[in-house]
């Protein structure tokens, strides 16, 4: 096992990563930029290392200089979290090329799965369903006539990155060239890859998404399902387990399938198979997540599988000490990210003057939030995560408002009354919800 790891992230997963490894009794390094210097990941870890300037690009993106850190102090491995370098294939190399061990899949598997063109001829050769598309478009002439081929409406999206980025809806043939342009320009700019493809836009459908448990001799463990569907332009808001759309026969296919994708691309470690899911029960292959997931505390709080240590377990050498039938659902889990309401504050940012976090059995706040914390405005306007459990999905709707209710952040806008709008729906309550949900509540 490994004596020191450096988290090669800031804020609430930054947190988690080293409460895991104290539990673990790893001595952990934070690195940071000049505008965390006070934030709570920098002052939890046992040693930290000021890596450049608030721009992502000089410090959280800097992977010279996070590899020095790692070597000055020390450190056999490396977790990237999510978000920033976790699905980079280049630093994954310049890991194992210093000798340093990449908390993740393998360099190759990152590129391929993280290329979704290549993605998904992997996952057509495994005989893993997907959505009707094209390959990756080289011109408008092939824009137009692929376009063609699946029909409107249709989806645009980026053959690297995720996170909603670089993905356009076009309706109709007169819009295809502009959104074209639009989705390739902001791939490149969030990406460095300006290369897209297009799918057939299935709708209504549920976003719905495997996690997996991979080791270094092929154990593959399927946890339950999570349902992701409520979004805000691409962004998830809202994530439950078990979602109350699948029953225990689906359950078990698209755990088969999921499985059958992690084998064919040789996966090892955490990851996540993403599927759409439509009215008549058919899914389809939608893109794998190289890394931990954001919504990842609901699979653990509905399992009791703490999904951090298990990556840093099989990034040791560890092989799963569980199979799948050793995996149960205990009741329901909810997560509600709390995110900065920049329409209240442009930049998101603000001093927290007043917190207040909610408590009682299975409920669950991870946040970078102290009192007195000056939230920087340069990064993403997550500020927290809410995650409950209980022994029914009526039960877990009703505890999570109680949480939100009780919970309190004054300094900065935020979203919770918004939550609580959201679980208080009754197409929600009724788990009769999709993608387009927060569209139609305009």
Known sequence: MFSKILIANRGEIAVRIIRACKEMGILSVAVYSQADSESIHVSMADECICIGSHMAINSYLNQNAIITAALVTGCQAIHPGYGFLSENAEFAALCKKHDI?????????????????????????????????????????QLKEEAEKIGYPLLIKAKAGGGGRGIRLVKNAEDIEKAYMIASAEA?????????????????????????????????????????????????????????????????????????AVKACGYVNAGTIEFLLDKDNKFYFMEMNTRLQVEHPVTEMVTGIDIVKWQIRIAAGVLLNFSQKDVEIRGCSIECRINADITANKTGAGEVVFLHIPGGPQVRFDTLLYQGYKIPPYYDSLLGKLIIQANTREEAIRKMKASLCELVIEGTGNNINKQIEILSDGDFCAGEYYTNFMEKRG
């Open 101 to 141: 061990v990449f908390i993740g899949p393998d360099a190759d598997v990152i590129a391929k799965m993280g290329d979704k063109d290549i993605a998904k001829k992997t996952m057509i050769k495994a005989g893993v369903p997907t959505v009707p598309g094209s390959g990756v478009i080289e011109n408008t002439k």
């Open 188 to 260: 490149k700019s969030a990406f460095g890859d300006g290369g897209v493809y297009m799918e057939k836009y299935l709708y209504p459908v549920k976003h719905i998404e495997i996690q997996i448990l991979a080791d270094e001799k092929g154990g593959v463990v399927c946890l339950p399902e999570r349902e992701c569907s409520i979004q805000l332009k691409n962004q998830k808001l809202i994530e439950e387990s078990p979602s109350a759309a699948i029953n225990c026969e689906l359950r078990e296919k698209m755990m088969s399938v999921a499985a059958k």
